[in-house]
């Protein structure tokens, strides 16, 4: 079992791709889900209030925006935690991505588990932490290739990078143990509650990486203040989605 976290910030359109993807593209039976809304504007709190009547969904709302990203995901990890307890699996995303596979939760938890072996990486080391998508900012470093063992994954591998982009973090309960929870005061491009996150998991010897091929697609070509998000020119467009 995998406790998700997702944060939603306005964008009603963008939420309702990602809530709708993600029900689509994934086994109910696979995760719980806990929403925690930064004070949106009421046609996307409206967006919420739909899927939060199913099972399994916990919400926290704010009526305020609160604006810190790496408060507002600590408060998510802890309220999944205290409704669901601890599944093997943490996953923290946001609202402007869209699930690609029916697959993505599998190939996830397979690079994960296979890849936190010893024969994982010709250096004996496994992935600390996992995104489905690769920014384009992020350098890879070293590839980990593994047959699948199970249809739509035959092709996967891991690609490591410096940092995993915040849009998607997945990680094992020991890793947030270790290395959690999420830098509140960190802000900034190479200073954002993500990087920092990652940050300490390489510091100490860990590795971090994206899975490939992409198992979501970032749909948000804005930031929060509505401006130009870093490297919007340079995301995969996947034809049949909003982006915004």
Known sequence: MTNIILLVKDRPRLTEQTYRTLYEETPRDQFNLVTVDDGSWPETSKIIERYARRDNHEVVTFLKSVSVVGFLRNVGVWTSERFFGRGEYLCTIDNDISFLSPYWLTKMEYAMSILHQPEGREDGKGYSLLGGYR????????????????????????????????????????????????????????????????????????????????????CGLTNSENQPAVGHGEFKRYPGLIYE
């Not at 490591?160 to 802000?187: C, I, N, S």
């Not at 200073?191 to 198992?215: F, K, M, N």
């Open 135 to 218: 920014h384009p900012f992020h350098g890879i470093n070293h590839k980990s290739f593994h047959e699948g063992e199970f249809a739509g994954a035959q092709d996967t591998y891991v690609e490591e990078t410096d940092a995993v982009a915040g849009y998607m973090h997945f990680m094992r309960w020991a890793t947030w143990d270790l290395h959690g929870p999420y830098d509140q005061h960190a802000k900034g491009v190479c200073q954002s509650e993500d990087w920092a996150l990652c940050q300490s998991i390489i510091r100490t010897g860990g590795h971090v990486g994206y899975v490939h091929p992409p198992v979501i697609a970032n």
